[in-house]
T-cell receptor
């Protein structure tokens, strides 16, 4: 079975541009979460979607937005890119939103570099 | 607001040693706690998840414990191997909240 897949693997953009990152969850998983990981730090929570509805939002500016599609895949959009947005963006999927036994499974991430 | 810390930040041990990684969290009302492994430049691999009702979980040479009252979790690695070299992250989830990650412990196991 395929795990969590993310595309693209690497991306180079310049300041002010827009970027879209994509994530396909494990088959049967309905919850997708996005995280930003800056070099040397733990991942920071950005968004969670469950059944196509936003269920959580971290402390990120409105330049960051996301959505989940009927097939449970998800997109993360970042507008007006800043140098500080350079990071590894991770997507995680889980079977359901809130049960304590739900394990989050992560994709390999998208490495975004903003020049 | 949940905050998670991990000690030590880095650890270097000779092959074969048993070792303990520590994770502390400030909000004891957690839902569950998950330990991950991350290889350089890669995504996270789930190692163990402990639900709030559990005290420990074991998988192979790994054992994770949870003490909510003291706000601590430990990951015990038995008979360490060079292939265990990676960054180990813990993440705590409070009720109605999403995972909050610690900064990680970078482990080097020397042959």
């Amino acid at each position: 079975d395929a795990g969590v897949t993310q595309s693209p693997t690497h991306l180079i953009k310049t300041r002010g541009q827009h970027v879209t990152l994509r994530c396909s969850p494990i088959s049967g998983h309905k919850s997708v979460s996005w995280y930003q990981q800056v070099l040397g730090q733990g991942p920071q929570f950005i968004f969670q979607y469950y059944e196509k509805e936003e269920r959580g939002r971290g402390n990120f500016p409105d330049r960051f937005s996301a959505r989940q599609f009927p097939n449970y895949s998800s997109e993360l959009n970042v507008n007006a890119l800043l140098l500080g947005d350079s990071a590894l963006y991770l997507c995680a999927s889980s079977a359901a939103g809130f049960e304590a036994k739900n394990i989050q499974y992560f994709g390999a991430g998208t490495r975004l570099s903003v020049l | 607001k949940q905050e998670v810390t991990q000690i030590p930040a880095a650890l270097s041990v000779p092959e074969g040693e048993n070792l303990v990684l520590n994770c502390s969290f400030t909000d004891s009302a957690i839902y569950n706690l998950q330990w991950f492994r991350q290889d350089p430049g890669k995504g996270l691999t789930s190692l163990l998840l402990i639900q709030s009702s559990q005290r420990e979980q074991t998988s192979g040479r790994l054992n994770a414990s949870l003490d909510k009252s003291s706000g601590r979790s430990t990951l015990y690695i038995a008979a360490s191997q060079p292939g265990d070299s990676a960054t180990y992250l813990c993440a705590a989830r409070s009720y109605g909240q999403n995972f909050v990650f610690g900064p990680g412990t970078r482990l080097s196991v020397l042959p």
